[in-house]
């Protein structure tokens, strides 16, 4: 029987950076994963394969529409769809293959398996190769994730009915895609298979799309797929999903208002109406770990949970399902294991949508800060006004910057345009240290580059932008 000072169920984001750190911190840690590969969701079937697919889709489109502008002749495109599942499948091994370096070189042990918390101090694990084990641990943590969530009574096959997982996988370009959902996932994957050459239906039961998103910015993302093709069904729910015909797929939608029902007919369905947390088979109700009604598992600011030795991270605690936030929470409980002042700023968790252009938020939207009845300032500054957007020929979009209307304090920003998640993250930072619009104002930006638009924004706030 193994003996450690942490046991980690789940080798996610959350999960294997918490290994590591505290490894780093001198702790002796197991790090228990069901998976074949390490590195959870996002790096196999997630964020890191969908990007790779975004990537390779923006640059099959700029081959076959833009390249010509740059006076790149190219003949005939072809998309050769089998290639692009390679190098997305490449990108991924060599993801999962650096955490495994990662967790030799910090002598953080993977035990292949399926845990169970059997104990508060005893971790059961099905063991791949067969057999138990056992891991006694003064602390364990809960790093399981979170799992796609379906409709109900609409039954996911991962060929025609299509989870974010299936989505990543299709043999063939569909010439009609649904997607149900207008959140992160399902804009961004129906922007991979719209530049592809699938025509790309999105069905949200809202009123709007992203609703967490600052209002103006959501607008705008709206406008800008609808002129790259993408067809919006707003305040539209999905009643059913026929998929008895071998021809394609049927939906029956109707106004979430309510109204007459009509079919739209497909050929795949990508459902991406949200995650759920992933406890299944933990024995958290043995142990006694209490779940909310949503499946949370509810936690303090030390990220322990009812039971003083057990923790949990990530999307299986209330808050943003985002892959940095619960990397940051893993480094957070690491460190205070350890006798250190861990910690997460929760109101500096950035978050991007990947489609093209990008969308990188942080901080508070306008609603909430109109709800909230704080007085503020908007700085905005066009990319259209952006020198080198002009030279990359990507001027779609704005910088805003929210910023308090007495002490000038950043509250909020958000960016819609080219490397918007690369761009917030100059705000994420202003906002840690308590910034204000003036600091930002007066640091120096180098010349051209896309971020002058945050500068420009932030001499905005103060009606004194320089080049609009």
Known sequence: MASYDLVVIGSGPGGYVAAIRAAQLGLSVACVEKRATLGGTCLNIGCIPSKALLQSSERYEAAKHHLADHGVQVGSVKLDLAQMMARKDKVVEANTKGVEFLFKKNKVRAVAGTGRITGPNSVTVAL??????????????IATGSDSVSLPGVEIDEERVVSSTGG????????????????YIGLEMGSVWGRLGAEVTVVEYLDRITPTMDGETAKTLQRILEKQGMKFRLGTKV?????????????????????????????????????????????????GVTVDERGRVPVDHHFRTNVPSIFAIGDVIPGAMLAHKAEDEGVAVAELLAGHAGHVN?????????????VGSVGKTEEELKAAGIAYKV?????????????????????????????????GAHIIGPEAGTLIAEIAVAMEFGASAEDVARTCHAHPTLNEAVKEAALAVDGRALHM
């Open 239 to 287: 009643t059913k999903v026929d998929t008895s015909s071998k021809k394609g797929v049927t939906l029956t939608v109707e106004p979430a208002a309510g109204g007459a029902a009509e079919t739209i007919a497909c050929d795949v369905v990508l459902v991406a109406v949200g995650r759920r947390p992933y406890v299944d088979g933990l024995g958290l109700a043995e142990v």
């Open 379 to 411: 700085g905005k500054f066009p990319f259209t006004a952006n020198g080198r957007a002009r030279a990359n020929g990507a001027t779609d979009g704005f910088a805003k910057i929210l910023a308090d209307k007495t002490t000038d304090r950043v509250l």
């Open 168 to 183: 990543l996988t299709l043999k063939a370009v569909p010439k009609h895609l649904v997607v149900i959902g207008a959140g």
């Open 346 to 358: 929760y109101d500096v968790i950035p978050a991007v949508i990947y489609t093209a252009p990008e």
């Open 128 to 141: 791949t190769a067969g057999g138990e084990e056992v891991l006694e641990t003064k602390a364990i943590l």
